[in-house]
């Protein structure tokens, strides 16, 4: 059984195309609190953009003590699939990421965890489903099926553009 106040670290991006693109990492306690936001810039040109964006997680305040990172896009980059299992090694945190049920490129590797009832499709890296659906069941506020980290991490992002 988890604590309900694990902190979550939500990944984000700016979906606007340019250059460098912005990337905002939210840690919340549970569904309560904010505890922590960074971001960091990332070029889609660059072959090992997950280093950069490792050393950034790493060198965040909370690292310590982040339990699992959520990310609800699975192209951070436009046009660059993140590998969750490479992040996960650079990391070394579980990593969870969001996918649409109807993603026909996708069929293999996403699991449904019940949240508030309803699936929610996921690829896991580094825990198990029951776990997974464990942080998600801690890191929902209200009748949300994503974690507060993440909605927080993506309305953030999203003004960035």
């Not at 106040?5 to 195309?17: A, D, F, K, P, Q």
């Not at 046009?79 to 649409?100: D, E, W, Y």
């Not at 499709?121 to 825990?127: A, E, F, H, L, P």
Request: charged share 25%.
């Amino acid at each position: 059984m988890l604590k309900k106040e694990i902190r979550i670290l939500g990944l984000s991006s700016s979906s606007e195309r340019t250059k460098k693109v912005p990337v905002v990492g939210v840690v919340f306690r549970g569904s309560l609190w904010l505890d922590g936001v960074f971001s960091c810039l990332l070029e889609p040109g660059r072959r090992d953009y997950l280093s950069d964006l490792a050393r950034s997680i790493r060198k965040s305040k909370q690292y310590s003590q982040v339990h699992a990172v959520i990310i609800a896009k699975k192209e951070l980059l436009p046009g660059h699939h993140i590998n969750i299992s490479v992040l996960f090694r650079k990391i070394r945190l579980p990593v969870i990421l969001v996918m649409r049920k109807d993603d026909p490129r996708e069929p293999r590797g996403r699991c449904p965890i019940s949240v508030r009832g309803r699936p929610v499709y996921v690829r896991v890296q580094g825990m198990s489903y029951e776990r997974a659906a464990e942080v998600f069941s801690i890191g929902c506020a209200g009748n949300h099926r994503i974690p507060e980290a993440v909605r927080v991490a993506d309305l953030v992002a999203s003004r960035l553009a």
